[in-house]
């Protein structure tokens, strides 16, 4: 069965630390990629997307995420993190097999403190 | 401002009520979702409708039933929940096609007494 896990549930960093958040996925064929965030009080919102060409994509605030698809990952980077990226990020790949079927990560909440 | 809209935001019903959730999306897309969030689990997919018509039911109670009137509009139907489907009730719309991401709604806070 197709799964994904992201390695963390809860990280705290302090501002202008460096992030890696990790995700891993089970599915041997094609997938596209996807990374949302949940800041509190917020609806899910697309930070960056993967679907083909250089497997270093860049997101909105700073994000980037790189595709290492002999890993089976897709890990989240930020350089150097600010209060306002306190949130909660999910990973979510999906089949291209399949149109709508996106598969979620549990989620880790990241809090940054000031 | 997200282009999905949801109403009510949160809802307190009892376990013999019957209620309705609406989403309505102003982005011009033809695929329409309902997932559930709870606490400390990955999202649940429910629901999708392309254009209209649902094409994917991950086996959700019969207690859930979805409404597509159109492409814009998408109703979740309550009856006689129990008080594990206490959660977040999400809506998302997309194009429809592999090419295309999701855009999620506010989310519904929906607690059963």
């Known amino acids: 069965a197709q799964s994904v896990s992201q390695h963390n549930h809860h990280v705290i960093l302090s501002e202008a630390a460096s992030l890696e958040l990790g995700c891993n996925y089970s599915?041997?064929?094609?997938?596209?990629l996807f990374w949302y965030v949940q800041y509190p009080g917020q609806h899910l919102q697309l930070l960056l997307k993967y679907f083909s060409g250089d497997p270093l994509v860049k997101g909105i605030k700073g994000f980037e995420a790189e595709f290492i698809k002999s890993k089976f990952s897709f890990n989240l980077r930020k350089p150097s993190v600010q209060w306002s990226d306190t949130a909660e990020y999910f990973c979510?790949?999906?089949?291209?097999?399949?149109?709508?079927?996106?598969?979620w990560g549990a989620g880790t909440k990241l809090i940054i403190k000031p | 401002e997200t282009g999905v809209t949801q109403t009510p935001r949160h809802l307190v019903m009892g376990m013999t009520n019957k209620k309705s959730l609406k989403c309505e999306q102003h982005l011009g897309h033809n695929a329409m979702y309902w997932y559930k969030q709870s606490a400390k689990k990955p999202l649940e997919l429910m629901f999708v409708y392309s254009l209209e018509e649902r094409v994917e039911n991950n086996s959700v109670p019969s207690r859930f039933s979805p409404e597509c009137p159109n492409s814009s509009h998408l109703f979740l139907h309550l009856h006689t929940l129990q008080p594990e489907d206490s959660a977040l009730y999400l809506c998302a719309s997309s194009q429809d096609g592999l090419a295309y991401e999701q855009y999620f709604g506010p989310g519904t806070r929906l607690t059963v007494t």
């Open positions: 979510a790949p999906r089949s291209v097999d399949s149109n709508y079927q996106l598969i």
């Open positions: 599915y041997g064929g094609t997938v596209n």
